[in-house]
């Protein structure tokens, strides 16, 4: 069954804060092999300028994953969740993303597509700080395998 | 303590390639990577049911792909907050097996753009069993002075 095309353009506020650790950017590093000192040493970070540990240019996704899959587990949208796929990823920064930083996300749902037997639903998201404060927008293309509508 | 250096603006050139960088993944890093990241999506640590819905094997996160992919811009860049927009497609999976070898992905720069705002443009190849699992991979780098 396709997706609902009544969420075009809804919007869902993920008020949780997610405070970005120290060891949460560490072990993240750690995970992807990067030995990048201004995501492991503080004193490294801060001698290059910046106020703590900085997150890899991925981690966002480890705060925007949980606010898009309360977003696509609305059963209203229709999304099998088993038929999924991680079509596009993009990160835009408005600023570095820190150790220390409490943040929340907005997300939007920009638009749903059929392309061939699949759909495409495509997520733009919001990291803020509790002030409002953008730090990084995302845009996230998930696939949905074989569900778009059949003519005839 | 490792001194971070970034390369000037005027000191690059469009063509230019960075790499290329081969990143080996094993069964481990993407456990690990299931951990740090939150997503325990089972195509990505159980074989029994990657293989069950069709998949060659157990995949790499397209996101662990994504961040290995970084790492030639990060590294590039010198502090990783220079890398100020990064996008990809993912257009095949990133099988690993349950062996001692693992899988290597190997990654490309090239720089496809100066920007007269003192940006790069870098376009990524990257590729894993001669395949190209990544499509319009791209970073934008604030280069120094």
Not at chain 2, 2 to 18: L, Q
Not at chain 2, 92 to 115: C, F, S, Y
Request: hydrophobic share 40%; aromatic share 8%; proline share 5%.
């Amino acid at each position: 069954m396709a997706i609902n095309r009544d969420f075009i353009g809804r919007t869902f506020d993920f008020e949780v804060p997610y405070q970005v650790g120290r060891e949460k950017v560490r072990e993240f590093a750690t995970a992807i092999g990067d030995n990048n000192p201004l995501f492991h040493d503080l004193a490294a970070a801060q001698a290059a300028g910046h106020r703590d540990l900085l997150a890899p240019p991925t981690f966002p996704f480890v705060i925007t994953y949980r606010a898009m899959i309360g977003a696509m587990g609305d059963p209203e949208l229709n999304l099998n969740y088993a038929m999924v796929v991680h079509g596009e990823q993009k990160f835009t920064y408005t600023r570095p993303l820190y150790a220390g930083d409490e943040v929340i996300v907005d997300s939007v749902v920009a638009d749903i597509a059929a392309v061939g037997r699949n759909e495409l639903l495509t997520m733009e998201q919001h990291v803020k700080t509790l002030d409002g404060e953008l730090i990084v927008t995302t845009r996230n293309v998930t696939v949905s395998r074989g569900t778009a509508p059949q003519e005839g | 303590m490792a001194t971070v250096t970034t390369p000037s603006f005027d000191s690059v050139n469009v063509g230019d390639k960075i790499g290329p960088t081969t990143f080996n993944v094993q069964r481990t890093n993407l456990i690990m990577y299931c951990g740090a990241s939150g997503d325990f999506n089972v195509i990505h640590w159980n074989e029994r049911i990657a293989t069950a819905v069709g998949l060659p094997n157990v995949i790499a996160h397209g996101m662990f792909t994504m961040a290995e992919a970084a790492r030639v811009l990060t590294d590039f860049a010198g502090d990783p907050s220079r890398v100020i927009d990064y996008g990809v497609r993912f257009t095949k999976p990133v099988p690993v097996a349950d062996d001692d070898k693992g899988t290597d992905i190997e990654v490309t720069g090239t720089i496809a753009e100066k920007r007269d705002d003192g940006t790069i443009v870098v376009d990524l190849n990257a590729v894993a069993n001669g395949v190209d699992v990544l499509g319009k991979a791209r970073g934008i780098i604030r280069l120094g002075d």
